[in-house]
Structures are given as C-alpha cells and as structure tokens.
Antibody, heavy 121, light 110 residues
Framework: EVQLVESGGGLIQPGGSLRLSCAAS????????MSWVRQAPGKGLEWVSV???????YYADSVKGRFTISRDNSKNTLYLQMDSLRVDDTAVYYC???????????????WGQGTRVTVSS | QSALTQPASVSGSPGQSITISCTGT?????????VSWYQQHPGKAPKLMIY???DRPSGVSNRFSGSKSGNTASLTISGLQAEDEADYYC??????????FGGGTKLTVL
C-alpha cells in the first residue's frame, strides 16, 4: 500500500528555516517523480516543486532560490528545505507521488495528509 | 506564473450537469495536453479526477469528463450527486517546466 507521511511543520519566525520530510512506503521515491504542493489557509492549491527520477528539480517562482527539494533514497524520504521563510509561506504542505506519466511529465496522484507550516512573529 | 482562471463557484441540482472552465495562456493550457483536474473535499487531500485533458484515472466515475479548446479547459460533471460537492482545481504544465493551478471552483449541489 502506498503511504506518504509528512512531518516537520510548525511555527517559525519570518526569516527562519524549516525542513519538511515526507516518508514514503509501498514504493521507491527514487523511481518516481515527487512533488510538493501547498495550500494557504482558506486558499487554493499552489504548486511548489518537483524532483524527477533523474534528479532534475523545478520550483515555482514564489519559492525559487529559497526552497530546495531533495530525496534520500536510503531512507525512502522526500524533503523540502525552506529557508528565508516569509509570512506568505504559511500553508499546509502536501507531498505527492506523481504517476500517470506521459511526454516527460506526470500527475500528482498519491498525496500525504499534509503538514502545517505557520510563519509568524 | 499567474494562476489559471476559474469561476469562484458553480451550482447545480442532483442529476443535472455542470461545467467548470479553466482559462490560461498559450504558455500553459493552450500549449500542452497536460491539463488535469483535482477534487478536494474540506480537510482532505486533493484527488486526481482528470489528466491529459480528458483521461480518467482508474476508479474515477465516467460522470467526470474533460476537454480543451484553445487556452480554455473544461471539466463537466454529469448526473450530479451530493458527494460531488467539493472544490475543484485545474492544473496545467507550463513552458517553464513547472505546474500552475487554477484558483479553484466551489461546487454546490443544491
């Protein structure tokens, strides 16, 4: 059974750093495209980042240069390192396993339950 | 990257059909067949309902269908049921190798 369990969220002051983890089971993170998507309170979904099987990474303009997506194949875990956090980074952060692939891209299909990040002084 | 444009809300009665539009640009919706739709119930993770404009993942009801014309994609739900009441988001691949979501549409089943 595919499972994704996020952790690492919490309350952090503006300018601080946080690392989110997404522990995967039932599949290998290294063999799948993996994504992070966030949702601010009462707002819509916002795509954050993706890491491809080959290691290529891509970011939304809103987080580029501040966030870093990575994975640890030995721990079968996906990470999101978030630096220089801002108030508008406050959101529930979901990790997702991307499947239904074609043409070099895939769709987020399996989702975790999310971890809440609050950036506030 | 600007969010795709969706109506804030739509409504319909049980058994009826509704359509939700999703308008982007030639750099996203209009330029690729990589458009998807997600359903999200309150407090839950999103669920993929449509991918590649019009394909359904295994297990998704055939009451859900997708299409695209130019820079606008559409999700149609036929035979509305109470459990269809949720928020719906479109998403598109972009020319920057990123993804962009729509602002979301709240579907109310009257």
């Amino acid at each position: 059974e595919v499972q994704l369990v996020e952790s690492g969220g919490g309350l952090i002051q503006p300018g601080g750093s946080l690392r989110l983890s997404c522990a995967a089971s039932g599949f290998s993170v290294s063999s799948n495209y993996m994504s992070w998507v966030r949702q601010a309170p009462g707002k819509g979904l916002e795509w954050v980042s993706v890491i491809y099987t080959g290691g290529n990474t891509y970011y939304a303009d809103s987080v580029k240069g501040r966030f870093t997506i990575s994975r640890d194949n030995s721990k079968n875990t996906l990470y999101l390192q978030m630096d220089s956090l801002r108030v508008d980074d406050t959101a529930v952060y979901y990790c997702a396993r991307d499947v239904y692939c074609g043409g070099g891209t895939c769709y987020s299909y399996y989702w975790g339950q999310g971890t809440r990040v609050t950036v506030s002084s | 990257q600007s969010a795709l444009t969706q109506p804030a809300s739509v409504s319909g009665s049980p058994g009826q059909s509704i359509t939700i539009s999703c308008t982007g640009t030639s750099s996203d919706v209009g330029g690729y067949k990589y458009v998807s739709w997600y359903q999200q119930h309150p407090g839950k993770a999103p669920k993929l309902m449509i991918y590649d404009v019009s394909d359904r993942p295994s297990g998704v009801s055939n009451r859900f269908s997708g299409s695209k014309s130019g820079n606008t994609a559409s999700l149609t739900i036929s035979g509305l049921q109470a459990e269809d009441e949720a928020d719906y988001y479109c998403s598109s691949y972009t020319s920057s190798n990123t993804w962009v979501f729509g602002g979301g549409t709240k579907l109310t089943v009257l």
